[in-house]
């Protein structure tokens, strides 16, 4: 609903918020050039891509032929709203009620803060201060922080787009929302469809639609005109929409001195890790899924999502910073083994899926494994590694090694949806499947009965009578019987190989599950 007597609203938006938080949760440095895309176009970019002449609405291929160097990354709301919830935080620690507009933009109410700070100018002085404390030394970064103040959301966002860093304070005076929004172009009113129509028509500019009559504005151009007129004459909702603070369920150590010891971080976790197992059971939640972020100096942020097939306790926590931990130092080339190479500021865990406890309860025969195979496993895990005590399950796909998906004990597996089982996969191997499927395929030789090397020509004819399989090892078999040949096509777009399988049994009765490729052949699997 849009109001005569709009709302009086401090605004305060961080340009290029999209971009610095890609870079943050991505660990990409201030120099490097970076484009964030959207169904094939760039939709924002950083200063080094932007001195390299890639701009907003560029096609990714004509930003990577402007800048070769350019890394390109998909636009994550989520992620963006997740690296601007400490800003909202600092915000509410001055001025309670904060209306999240999108991330990078947030607005609260004017009026209350500037009776408590004594004016409006006091009040936007005072935040910008907090703002650009929290972010120096709490995020340690540099953030550009722009304080607007105007009579509703609208002009107070235009306000803030027209400051600059030299003056990174604006106030549209009470009432003055007309004579400031006047100037500016009739695209920040409306979409992209009507401002070419006003274009064309010679109203360029916001102050040449107020010139114009309301209703035969609105007779005109309709609804959206209609809306475009209303704010243009400074008009706008009187009410502001403040979030919901979730409540806080998950846990955050900070290290002053920073530390790059991960036994020590790992013993500052473990209280902080004990609350946050109990406050998940206090609320008759169960976590199973979390991300780890771990703030490093001095301005990088490693994080990582963790799933885990039941439910998270305090110790599946410390196991997964600490797996985090050694990934960071496994990268680092360091003398110290259990150091990172980097100090870390913080360490963060905030849970990701989490659900009534109640719809896990464990049935009459359970549904976890023995604890004592639990204990076991798990043991051997902290002491070969993270990725050295697998679990399996299968997967859609044509080859075989496709089909077989690996994970470290302790970690989900992917769902039926994301292991794509109920698509038909033409040129699967039908069942019975083979028992053993090597983790490369081993290349082999397959004969005619006079030696000679058989091929599969491009539309799958076999050059001659497969006789002798020559195993690795110069072992040689009989064919006694085969089978094929079967075309595995995908990916036919890109011109890939031409892949055909067969069957063979020898004369010590072994089966064989072969690839063939021109006259290249492969064992793929064994029939046990």
């Not at 929409?241 to 991960?262: C, I, K, N």
Request: hydrophobic fraction near 40%.
């Amino acid at each position: 609903m849009i109001s005569s007597s709009p709302v009086r609203v401090m605004l305060v938006w961080c340009p290029g918020w999209s971009v610095l938080a890609a870079r943050l949760t991505q660990g990409i440095t201030a120099d490097q050039a970076l484009a964030l895309a959207d169904r094939g176009t760039v939709v924002a970019c950083s200063p080094a891509a932007k001195l390299e002449g890639v701009t907003a609405g560029l096609r990714i291929r004509q930003a990577q032929h402007r800048c070769p160097d350019l890394i390109v990354l998909p636009h994550d709301l989520v992620a963006e709203a997740r690296a601007f919830e400490p800003m909202l935080h600092a915000v509410e620690e001055k001025i309670p009620d904060v209306h999240v507009v999108r991330p990078g933009v947030a607005a609260v109410r004017a009026q209350g803060a500037g009776r408590f700070y004594g004016g409006e100018h006091a009040a936007a002085s005072a935040l910008f201060t907090h703002l650009r404390d929290f972010t120096e030394h709490e995020l340690r970064l540099p953030v550009d922080l722009r304080v607007a103040v105007a009579d509703g959301l609208f002009t107070a966002e235009q306000a803030a787009y027209t400051s600059s860093s030299v003056a990174p304070i604006h106030i549209v005076p009470a009432g003055g929302s007309a004579d400031f929004l006047a100037g500016l172009p009739v695209a920040v009113a409306c979409d992209k469809k009507l401002d070419n129509l006003l274009q064309r028509m010679g109203i360029r500019t916001l102050g040449d639609l107020m010139q114009l009559p309301r209703d035969q504005v609105h007779a005109r151009f309709g609804a959206a005109g209609l809306r475009a007129h209303q704010l243009a004459g400074g008009e706008d909702t009187p009410i502001l929409s403040p979030r919901t603070v979730p409540p806080e369920l998950g846990m955050r150590v900070l290290f002053d001195p920073a530390t790059d010891l991960v036994e020590q971080i790992i013993a500052r976790c473990e209280p902080a890790a004990a609350d946050f197992t109990q406050l998940l059971t206090r609320a008759s939640l169960i976590c199973t899924e979390i991300r780890v972020t771990v703030q490093l100096e001095p301005d990088t942020l490693f994080e990582r999502l963790w799933r885990h097939p039941w439910q998270f306790g305090s110790s599946e926590v410390l196991d997964r910073i600490r797996w985090q931990l050694e990934d960071l130092a496994a990268e680092a080339t360091t003398v110290d083994d259990d150091s990172l190479g980097a100090s870390v500021l913080s360490v963060q865990v905030l849970p990701e899926s989490v659900d009534n406890a109640e719809h896990h309860a464990q049935g009459l025969w359970g549904d976890r494994p023995d604890e004592k195979v639990e204990h076991a496993l798990t043991t051997l895990q902290h002491r070969l590694g993270h990725d050295a005590v697998l679990t399996s399950t299968v997967s859609g796909g044509r080859l075989l090694h496709e089909r077989r998906v690996l994970r470290p004990w302790g970690d989900a597996l992917p769902t039926v949806r994301e292991r794509r089982l109920e698509q038909p996969w033409p040129g699967t191997v039908p069942g019975p499947s083979p028992a053993t499927v090597f983790s490369s395929a081993r290349q082999v030789q397959v004969c005619t009965d006079v030696g000679e090397p058989i091929t599969v020509d491009a539309r799958g004819g076999v050059s001659g009578e497969p006789a002798w399989l020559r195993l690795p090892g110069n072992t040689a078999r009989r064919v006694a019987q085969w089978a094929g040949p079967w075309p595995i096509q995908q990916r036919w777009w890109r011109k890939g190989k031409r892949l055909n399988r067969f069957q063979l049994v020898d004369n010590q009765s072994s089966a064989w599950l072969l690839l063939a490729e021109g006259d290249t052949w492969f064992i793929e699997a064994r029939y046990d």
